[in-house]
């Protein structure tokens, strides 16, 4: 069992920046695969970046690509997402998620265990 949980959110106006944390349980989270997920009101859940078990190899959405950087620390099970030149549309409850596979993957279903998620809203 693998606990998530999202820190970080808040107000920011656009062209700010925010750093997100995701803090996992477990003594296991080095061998998972880690991604960021975001949902607007309305909208379905989407795919923001994910990052493999060993920090060598990330992936992120068209939409965010050179705006935004996903890392992680084993040594802290922790997972973050760095994000600049904030847009409104980046507006969203943002959600970490870890996959058993360890390697980067984009879809909802293909992810094991969900945090709660963090408010991330961006001001024009």
């Known amino acids: 069992q693998v606990q998530l949980v999202e820190s970080g959110g808040g107000l920011v106006q656009a062209g700010g920046s925010l750093r997100l944390s995701c803090a996992a349980s477990?003594?296991?989270?080095?061998?998972?695969?880690m991604g960021w997920f975001r949902q607007a009101p309305g909208k379905e859940r989407e795919f923001v970046a994910a990052?493999?078990?060993?920090?060598?190899?990330?992936y992120y959405s068209d939409s965010v690509k050179g705006r935004f950087t996903i890392s992680r620390d084993n040594a802290k099970n922790t997972v973050y997402l760095q994000m600049n030149s904030l847009k409104p549309e980046d507006t969203a409850v943002y959600y970490c998620?870890?996959?058993?596979?360890?390697?980067?993957?984009?879809?909802?279903?293909?992810?094991?265990?969900w945090g709660q998620g963090t408010q991330v809203t961006v001001s024009s």
């Open positions: 998620a870890a996959n058993l596979w360890g390697t980067v993957r984009a879809g909802t279903g293909e992810y094991d265990y």
């Open positions: 990052i493999s078990w060993s920090g060598g190899s990330t």
């Open positions: 477990g003594r296991t989270f080095s061998s998972y695969a």
